[in-house]
């Protein structure tokens, strides 16, 4: 499941580093090339009589990415092999929001030890509302689907709820699933995290999670915590990417995978 070197909030993933439409209250995905126009909306009132169109204007972003390793919550979810991605936001005035978005994923997994999970292809649904506050406060409440259209083991699609805070360099978030993926039922996500600007531009990350199954499953612990630090850097059109991740899960308690272990990762996003 899964915004960043800079980590992206309703998701949880690392990814490049960029302009996300959601970085103030720490939401899903990265912000890009916008465009604007204008939504008419009609209003009706009696049978005999309408209010002229309003229009409200919206933004649109789409982005592509890849990294050497795709992380959810510190856990590969490309058999620690790189990762294409890609996605499109739509941002209302009004601060609700809409967005879809994809990922090569590779779930390789014997039957006898994760249910013969072997989907390609994640495709994310959300949806929520943000707004900052004057004083610096952020927030973000959403709902998102994770989707694996090829999946043909017990991996399952499955979806969540999170609420997001930020203020200034600090964030903290929560999110919950009544079944999470691998038959672990009902989980609770929280994580805090840090975001500063170094000299010359460069982006510093820090990020520490925690999720708490209810039911044990597939994976061999009720609880884990991950870890990250991040670098960005935007250059030459290009976000760029360096983030360290880790858990505390060994390979036993991480399906007999190496997926938990700590990885150096990669990235480049490029809007579209």
Sequence with gaps: MRVWGQVVAGSD????????KHNT???????????KYALPALAIAGSTSFIAPTAQSAEVSGNVALVTDYKF?????SDSKPSIQGGFDIAFDS???????GAAVDFDCAIDTCGGANGGLELDYYGGYSHSFDGGLGIDVGYIY?????????????????????????????????????ETGEIVYLK?????????????????????????GYVE????????????KSWQG??????YEDTDLDENECYGYDWCDAALIFGMAKSL
Excluded at 13 to 20: A, C, D, E, H, Y
Excluded at 152 to 170: K, P, R
Excluded at 197 to 212: E, K, N, R
Excluded at 221 to 232: I, R, Y
């Design 13 to 20: 993933r690392v990814q490049p580093n960029t302009t996300s």
């Design 25 to 35: 209250s720490l939401c899903r995905r990265h912000r890009m090339k916008v465009l």
């Design 73 to 77: 919550r510190g856990i590969s979810q």
């Design 95 to 101: 601060g609700f929001y809409l967005g879809t978005w």
């Design 146 to 182: 994770y989707d694996y259209p090829q999946d043909e083991g017990i991996l399952g699609d499955y979806e969540e709820v999170y609420a997001n805070v930020s203020f200034g360099g600090f964030s903290a978030g929560v999110a919950f699933s009544d079944e999470y993926w691998f």
């Design 192 to 216: 805090a995290g840090y975001d500063m600007t170094l000299p010359g531009d460069w982006g510093l990350s820090f990020l520490v999670g925690q999720v708490d199954y209810d039911e044990v």
């Design 221 to 232: 612990t009720d609880k884990h915590v991950h870890w990250l630090v991040g670098l960005s």
């Design 238 to 243: 290009i976000d760029w990417s360096l983030t």
